[in-house]
């Protein structure tokens, strides 16, 4: 397990150099997601951004390797009671942010909070990820929060028009 006050920060996946710039994990995050294209190719555009130079030739490494990049910095995993053992299961998360759309919000509070002009600043994926999940109460949280809100059947019929309201003015949707 990984522990940025202990470890070094990886620039490398099993002996293979890799990008680790912000920039280019928004990049794969992005392509990951990008229903235009088969799942082979997000894969493909996903290694040629991840592997500046030599890249594993094995397509479940790669699957291994994109998957380590994007979520390595952070392990999200919840037991539930399963007889007298427990299993570990991760946590499926709903999409509640993204990048193009909350480009501004984020940009702003990172400035805002750390100081840190994204536009400039070069921060490694894991770092930039890390201060991302953490940032204090801004207008980039509370969308978020507004999204991953569930209308709660005892809230109002003035509460829930206003949640619903609110929800689709912020609502992730992708220009056509």
Request: hydrophobic residues 40%; charged residues 30%.
């Amino acid at each position: 397990m990984f522990n940025v006050l202990l470890d070094p920060l990886p620039d490398e996946w099993h002996g293979y150099n890799i990008d680790t710039d912000f920039q280019t994990g928004i990049q794969i995050s992005q392509c990951m997601v990008d229903e235009e294209f088969s799942v082979r190719d997000r894969i493909l555009m996903a290694t040629v951004l991840l592997f500046p130079e030599a890249h594993p030739t094995d397509y479940k490494e790669l699957l291994d390797a994109i998957n380590w990049f994007l979520n390595g910095w952070r392990e999200k995993i919840e037991f539930k009671q399963q007889g007298n053992g427990r299993k570990a299961e991760k946590k499926k998360e709903v999409p509640s942010m993204d990048f193009d759309i909350d480009q501004w919000r984020i940009y702003a509070a990172f400035l805002l909070q750390y100081r840190i002009n994204l536009n400039t600043e070069r921060l490694h994926f894991w770092v930039f990820m890390g201060l991302l999940a953490n940032l204090e109460e801004c207008v980039f949280t509370n969308v978020v929060k507004i999204r991953e809100q569930k209308i709660n059947p005892k809230m109002s019929k003035e509460e829930k028009e206003h949640l619903i309201k609110v929800k689709e003015a912020f609502k992730i949707q992708k220009e056509a």
